[in-house]
């Protein structure tokens, strides 16, 4: 059995979970045959379609009198005057709010969702290897957002020469993240130095924020600066730009949807692929809000576009957080997608909790 606190952890948090609408147990009925049946074929759902997957235990003109009040409350739309009606963005929310449990995957699920992260340490690689397979899982793309490095604290620096003028900088947090650039000097500098200031830095910065180490780069090594000028500006610069990307697997798969066939709708989430941006805020608000959220359209940033996401946020180290999810059209089987990326999130918690276990035996 699940912890208290896990299962209300895991809950679906939605931001319009005070949705609130009078249907009556018929018209609630016949909003969940549309939907579900629109989720199945992407294709506008008639009346007939709807009282055969009801057993015919209301009539197609019935039906058709109840379709016709669920479009006037707002919850159903009819795209051409001759087709069957699809459901509102209204109406998808009310129906993942209302109808929509996580569905636990089966046991060889799960079997193969441990698999997939079963030899692999770096806590990076275990994200992408869960997003890959929750993209296969479902066809849809799978996201993961690591824990950003400025939210653990530093456990670790290496400068590296590599020639040229240049320094493979390393910098490895708490968290797990492990974060490395190349830095490019004016001139290449002493090799004594470059040892001499790895040390300083893991003298002085070992378990502090990044926050604190810009600050004191800034600030506090004058001495230090006036011998290390260069490099030193270098390191502020890195510091504060250091962040994991966003780890997006599958996008193939998403676009082979039939409800992305327009080229601007093509267009549109190639630019949130490329740019990463977008989906790195929606996906930081996940980790923040502490629950299993669903999220539609204009709530991920495309207003014109039906698309949708499921993501869950998991704790890396008990301060810092990150988030797994899928990503793809409005219309996904969202009880067993809610399910898998649960799974998927409790998952990661448990690999990187034997990650950092597996380092503090290193340790001692």
Same mark, same amino acid.
């Given at each position: 059995? @699940? ?70 409350? %707002? ?8 087709? %069957? ?9 009310? @129906? ?26 770096? /806590? ?14 479902? =066809? ?20 590296? /020469? ?26 290449? /500098? ?16 070992? =378990? ?82 502490? %629950? ?25 180290? =008990? ?46």
């Amino acid at each position: 059995m @699940w912890r208290r606190d896990v299962v209300e952890r895991f809950a679906v948090k939605d931001p319009a979970s005070q949705l609130k609408l009078p249907l009556s147990p018929r018209q609630a009925d016949v909003l969940r045959a549309v939907v579900e049946l629109f989720i199945e074929t992407a294709e506008p759902v008639g009346s007939r379609t709807v009282s055969k997957a009801m057993n015919q235990q209301v009539s197609a003109a019935t039906v058709r009198n109840v379709m016709a009040d669920l479009e006037e409350l %707002g919850l159903l739309k009819q795209i051409h005057t001759s087709s %069957g009606r699809v459901p509102t963005n209204r109406a998808l929310r009310y @129906w993942i709010e209302a109808m929509v449990r996580p569905v636990t995957p089966a046991p060889e699920v799960q079997e193969q969702l441990r698999l997939a992260v079963a030899d692999v340490r770096a /806590p990076r690689r275990a994200l992408a290897a869960l997003a890959s397979e929750l993209s296969r899982m479902t =066809g849809s793309a799978g996201l993961a957002r690591a824990p950003r490095l400025e939210q653990g604290r530093l456990q670790r620096a290496s400068l590296v /020469p590599v020639g040229g003028g240049r320094l493979m900088l390393l910098w490895v947090a708490s968290n797990g993240v492990v974060y490395h650039r190349e830095i490019q000097l004016a001139e290449e /500098p002493a090799a004594e130095d470059v040892a001499h200031l790895e040390q300083v830095l893991n003298r002085e910065f070992i =378990g502090a924020t990044f926050d604190e180490i810009r600050a004191r780069l800034r600030q506090d090594l004058h001495e230090m600066k006036r011998r290390y000028d260069d490099l030193l500006e270098q390191l502020v610069v890195s510091a504060a730009t250091a962040d994991d990307d966003v780890i997006v697997e599958g996008v193939s798969r998403v676009v082979e949807q039939p409800d992305f066939n327009t080229l601007e709708t093509l267009r549109r989430l190639y630019e949130a692929f490329e740019d990463r941006h977008l989906l790195a805020g929606v996906l930081d608000r996940v980790a923040a809000s502490g %629950g299993l959220r669903v999220l539609l359209n204009d709530e991920i940033g495309f207003a014109d576009t039906q698309v949708g996401m499921v993501a869950a946020p998991f704790d890396a180290d =008990g301060v810092s957080r990150g988030s797994i999810g899928v990503f793809g059209p409005a219309r996904m089987p969202y009880p067993e997608i809610l399910g898998l990326v649960r799974f998927a999130s409790m998952l990661v918690e448990r690999v990187l909790a034997d990650h950092h276990a597996s380092e503090d035996r290193e340790k001692q």
